[in-house]
């Protein structure tokens, strides 16, 4: 093959390639204003505070555990857990066995211990 018709093999994809993507290119509006609602005096000002302001640079939990709100006093939740850990069928699910149901025939420990005080 000789190089011109390989020149123009070649040239014809590219072109089609250039022309696609020249017909996706956008307008430029050039540079927009900025609109605020502050002055600039404002603006320097908040500048200022938060470059003064302490820990700022502080990533979250580094400075220890967080504070919780608090829901239920603390012996209310050890009872329930302490209850859910010594329920005789914890780990029983409905598909645990083929075509069963989960009945509890078995006294949960807790309340054994009840009825005997």
Do not use: C, F
Not at 21 to 50: C, F, L, M, P, Q
Not at 65 to 86: D, F
Not at 104 to 110: F, R
């Amino acid at each position: 093959m000789k190089l011109t018709n390989v020149m123009k093999i070649v040239s014809v994809p590219v072109l089609t390639l250039l022309l696609a993507a020249g017909a996706n290119a956008e307008a430029y509006d050039g540079v927009h204003n900025a609109i605020s609602t502050k002055t600039r005096d404002d603006v320097n000002s908040e500048a200022v505070r938060t470059a003064a302001a302490p820990d700022q640079n502080v990533v979250r939990g580094s400075r220890g555990p967080e504070t919780m709100a608090v829901s239920k006093e603390r012996s209310l939740v050890e009872a329930e857990a302490i209850r859910a850990a010594w329920a005789p069928d914890q780990n029983v699910g409905s598909g645990s066995r083929v075509n069963s149901k989960v009945i509890s025939t078995m006294p949960h420990p807790a309340d054994r211990r009840a009825k005997a005080d």
